[in-house]
Every structure is written in C-alpha cells, then in structure tokens.
C-alpha cells in the first residue's frame, strides 16, 4: 500500500528538463532511502503494525475462522475481489473448535422443517460443497445412510422423518430390515430409512481451502488474535484485540461458542446465550471397522436438536461411534473434567437453562449416565449393532456444540442470524451449518452492503 502512496505522489505533471529530470530523480532516491529507514524502524519498534494493517480500513472485519467465518470470507472475496478483508481468529490455526470437531457429515437435509433455514442451507450448501470439493480436488464420499427404527414405538417418528424427507426434496426410500442388511450387513432394526444424498468430508480441509483462497485474494488472516472489545464512531467498527486494534466499515460475527459475547461487546440485544453441549466419540479399533460401511443413525428424539450417537465413517477410514450431548462446564472443555468459572456460572444464572432443565431432566440424567459409563454408552450403540462391544471401541477426539439457549428457554433449532446497519451476528450455528457453510456465507455477502471505497487508511 505504501507503493501505491508513493506512486500517487510522483503523478502530478512535471516539466522535462534537465534540472528537474535529476531533482526527480533525487527526490525519488531520497524518498527511497526514507522509506527503508522508517519501515526499518517501524519493524523494530512494533513488528506487527505493518503486517497486520493497524492503520488500515478494512471493508469486512470476520470474528472467527471456523467454517462459517471462512466461508462467508471466501464469498465476499467472490463477490467483491476488490474487498478489503480481515479474519481475525484467537488460535494458533484456523478451524480449532467446532469445525475441526465434528463427524464429518455431509448432511442431506431430512431432519429440518421444510421452509426452515437449516433444510433450505443444507441442502444447497451440500450441492455447492460438493461442487467447490470438485473444484479443489478435496476427498468426499456420497456413501449414503441409514436412520434405523429398533422399537415399534420409533415408527411412527421414522415415518414423518420420511415424509419430511420427502417434503425437503431427498430421493429417501423406506426399507425393511433385509434390505437394512444388505446396506449395512450387521445394522438390525425393525425399519429404516436409505438416505442417498449423505456422504462424509474433512471440514477442516475444506476451511484451509477457504482460507487459502481468502489470501491468494488479497484478504488477511490473523492467528492469536483475540477481540476484546467493539466500539463503534460514525461510519466505522473499532475491534480492539489483545494484539492491537482493527478498524473496519462492517462487522460479521461468526464466534462459534462465543458469538453471544461477541454481540454483548457490541452492545447487541440477543435474547440468547450460548449453552455449550459436549459431544464425545469412541471410535472402533481398526479390526473392527467391518462393522460398518457407512452412516448409521438411530431415530433422533424430535423434542431435541441432536441426532442420537451413531455410527460414522470417516473420511480417513476411521469409524466413530458418538455423539452424545452432555452439558459443558467450559465453553472449549473437550474432556470431562474441564471447567471454567466464568462459563459455568453464566449458564447456571441463567433461568431458561433451569427451565429446560427441569423439562428435560430425565433426559439430562440419561446423558450423564452415558457420559460417565462406557457400558452405557455401548448398551446404546447395541441397539443398531448387536454384536458391538465394549474392546470393539476407545475414547476418540471429542467436540463442543454452541447450541443457542432463548430466554423464555426454548433451544434454537433452526440458524439464528440478526443484523443492524454495521454488523451482522452468526448467533446459532450448530450441525449442519458445516455441510451448509457455502450457502450460509453467500447469504450473508448477499445482505450485507458492499465495500466502500477510500480513505484506506485511518488518519
Ligand atoms: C460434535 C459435533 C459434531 C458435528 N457434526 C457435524 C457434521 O457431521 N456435519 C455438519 O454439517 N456439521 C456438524 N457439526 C456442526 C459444525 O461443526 C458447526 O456447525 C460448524 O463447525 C460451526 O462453524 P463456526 O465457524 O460457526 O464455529 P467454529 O468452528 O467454532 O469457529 C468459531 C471460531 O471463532 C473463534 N473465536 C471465538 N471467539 C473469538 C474472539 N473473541 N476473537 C477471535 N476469534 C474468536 C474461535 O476460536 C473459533 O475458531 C458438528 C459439531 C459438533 C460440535
């Protein structure tokens, strides 16, 4: 940027003649040997100010480089190569929480309301996923899947998962169990569902190859950055972070399991909070990966927005069994015993956590039981695999859902956005804003309004 300063500089006419053929040159000679010993010094004292743009003004400042901050980076870089782009992320590598923790499911879409955000993104975000996997030469598979009924009293709830399947445009068959072991040869259940339209992918290699282009478009990615507080003057976002402060003309928030904080530094009123729900995965040892070709599923209970553990196949030919959903006591806690004050103490102050809990306690419990006995947690998997047991599995690399809580207590199912005219906040993003990633960051480019050109630097 300094370059293109200095060149403006030396456009105003000049008369050729000798003296000012060699004033020019001098004064370019000297401009030269000025910039080198400035940006010299500027290195020394703060070597961050150049390479991280302090003075800049960007267009878009992106909170968090999961798959959702990523994506919407990638379609603004697509809409508008001339964007000034900023992602600034608090770890050392991108896609750290949720993307880089998850099953790895291309999703088809048959759970959600037909109208609802998460069966219109899922379903389009799955085509374009697949497209842009195409594209970059990403491994995927569309291996299919199976959602299992074992009980009578699941039938009924697997019909109208069916008919919604059929209502959100899926090519879903219902099979009986024959046809269930031909598919999957040591899966039992009375009936299921064939999805087609499901396969597996690394989110995590997919967020890279955002990131990747992000930057060969001239958009800036900043690790171990940490935004601490937001404030905002008349036509521009102020982030400050642990690391220095970020000025830009419009905010996106995608914090993932702290996008409600984020929203509070800006003042935003949400109604919601993050309530942080723990899924942790066994996953088979490599004798036992016959078990399973690909996705089994049993029948989710439909009161809550979680699947039921199931078993997966990974793109890397791992197979996990999991998750579950148990509450967090740390919003980043991965194992059992992980605990933060501050987390704990938001959630239990907040009434709506004490009113779904109290609805759903015998649920909770059944969640804590699974959690803490690896029996238990068998016993689960034993009705969709009989033959499984407890040495077929060990302890797997477990992930943390932000699952939006409202304060009248209700758990966000579909995905929750909200804007105002400087910023636009990714509040519930939970499974499957992964598989719908493309199709949620080009909404968002689509609403928010376009870069604005000049002043580049703040004065
Ligand atoms: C166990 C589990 C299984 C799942 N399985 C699937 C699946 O099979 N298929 C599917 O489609 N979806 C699945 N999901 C959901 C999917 O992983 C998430 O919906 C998706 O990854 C959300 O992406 P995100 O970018 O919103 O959040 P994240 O990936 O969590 O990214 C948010 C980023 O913001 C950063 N950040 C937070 N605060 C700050 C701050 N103050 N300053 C700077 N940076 C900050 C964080 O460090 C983080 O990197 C699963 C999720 C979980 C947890």
């Known amino acids: 940027m300094e370059n293109i300063i200095s060149i403006q500089a030396y456009t105003k ?4 003649s000798i003296s000012n053929i060699l004033k020019f040159q001098l004064k370019i000679l000297s401009h030269s040997l000025y910039t080198c010993i400035t940006n010299f010094f500027t290195l020394l004292v703060s070597p961050y100010t150049i390479e991280k743009g ?16 990523l994506s919407t980076g990638y379609a603004l870089s697509e809409r508008y190569p001339e964007a000034r782009i900023l992602i600034i992320e608090k770890e050392n590598s991108i896609a750290y929480h949720q993307t880089g923790h998850n099953s790895g499911v291309i999703h088809s879409g048959i759970y959600y309301k037909p109208g609802s955000l998460k069966a219109k993104f899922s379903k389009g975000g799955g085509n374009r996923l ?12 569309m291996c299919g899947k199976v959602i299992v009924a074992t009980e009578e009293e699941e039938l ?26 031909e598919i999957e040869p040591h899966a039992s259940g009375l009936k299921a569902i064939h999805v087609k339209e499901a396969g597996i992918v690394n989110y995590r290699r997919v967020a890279e190859q955002f990131a990747a282009l992000i930057q060969e478009r001239g958009g800036t990615l900043l690790l171990n950055t940490r935004a601490e507080t937001i404030r905002e003057d008349a036509d521009e976002m102020i982030v400050e972070c642990d690391n220095g402060t970020f000025r830009g003309r419009f905010l996106i928030n995608c914090a993932g399991l702290h996008c409600d904080r984020i929203a509070a530094l800006q003042g935003m009123q949400t109604n919601m909070k993050i309530v942080p729900f723990r899924g942790e995965y066994y996953e088979l040892i490599p004798e036992k990966h016959g078990l399973v070709k690909n996705l ?23 197979v996990h069994a999991g998750p ?26 907040y009434p709506a956590f004490w009113k779904i809990a109290g609805q759903n306690m015998s649920e909770g419990w059944k969640e804590i039981v699974r959690s803490l006995s690896k029996k238990v947690f068998v016993r689960n998997l034993q009705r969709l695999i009989p033959e499984m047991r407890e040495d077929d599995l060990i302890p797997s690399q477990n992930g943390v859902r932000a699952q939006a809580l409202t304060k009248d207590g209700k758990l966000v199912d579909d995905f929750l956005i909200v804007s105002n005219e400087k910023s636009i906040h990714i509040l519930n993003a939970p499974s499957p804003a992964a598989t719908a990633s493309i199709s949620i960051g080009q909404a968002i480019s689509e609403q928010i309004p376009g870069p604005l050109r000049s002043p580049i630097f703040a004065t």
Not at 310 to 317: K, L, N, Q, V, W
């Open 296 to 318: 089994i599923y049993p029948v989710p209970n439909p009161n809550f927005p979680f699947l039921g553990v199931h078993f997966t196949r990974m793109i890397d030919g791992h």
């Open 13 to 16: 006419p000049i008369r050729l």
């Open 54 to 69: 302090e003075n800049m003004i960007y267009d878009y400042i992106i909170i968090g480089s999961g798959i959702v901050g």
């Open 130 to 141: 697949r497209a842009f996997c195409d594209q970059y030469g990403i491994a995927y598979e």
């Open 324 to 349: 579950n959903a148990v509450l967090s006591l740390k919003r980043e806690g991965y194992r059992k015993t992980d605990f933060n004050l501050r987390d704990f103490a938001e959630v239990m102050t």
């Open 156 to 181: 009924p709830l697997l019909q109208n998962l069916y008919e919604r399947g059929l209502q959100n445009g899926l090519g879903v068959s219902l099979i009986g169990s024959e046809q269930l072991r």
